[in-house]
């Protein structure tokens, strides 16, 4: 039986679910008859989303099928950072979606100290973008995992907790 016990605290998002999300975007954006003629884009690059469409009317529905799309394969709906829409050539309306990967430092401290200053019995230390939490006893990591929640509420950053043992 190991003396002490671990987990990682993350916060990450599962690509191919993303990158399914946006193929079902895209599918409806062909097939919907008040999107099939707005002339749509969405291109997924690595830590953004690019939607191009001929007004802010069509941008915003596309918004919503996006989240409902998102929803649907269980991503969170925090690893969304909407830009503000601007004009772009051709008298069409160009949006940026940010996706939110890793934890700051200034995250992960804050993250820390919260769980620190209540439960003495876990250490906390930051490793990159992940927390890694230690205790002797598994009860006391499930009471972190907790606080981690009740923090994540407050947050617009999601978590998941990895490689309990």
């Given amino acids: 039986m190991a003396s002490t016990y671990s987990f990682d605290v993350v916060s990450d998002f599962d690509h191919q679910e993303l990158v399914n999300a946006i193929d079902q975007l895209k599918r409806e954006i062909s097939q919907r ?3 099939k003629e707005s002339n749509s884009e969405v291109e997924l690059e690595e830590e953004k989303i690019i939607i191009t469409t001929s007004s802010d009317m069509t941008l915003q529905a596309i918004e919503g099928v996006l989240l ?6 269980k991503l969170s709906l925090k690893i969304f950072d909407f830009q503000p829409s601007e004009t772009s050539s051709g008298n069409r309306v160009r949006q940026i979606v940010n996706l939110r990967k890793g ?3 200034d995250m992960a401290k804050k993250l820390s100290k919260a769980v620190r200053d209540q439960l003495k019995k876990v250490t906390v230390s930051i490793q990159g ?3 890694r939490v230690t205790g002797k006893s598994k009860d006391d990591l499930q009471s972190a995992i ?3 929640r009740k923090k994540e509420e407050e947050l617009d950053i999601p978590l998941q907790f990895e490689n309990y043992r």
């Fill in 146 to 148: 907790e606080i981690f």
């Fill in 68 to 73: 409902q799309k998102a929803t649907k394969r």
């Fill in 103 to 105: 934890l700051s430092q």
């Fill in 129 to 131: 973008d992940s927390l």
């Fill in 33 to 35: 008859y008040d999107l």
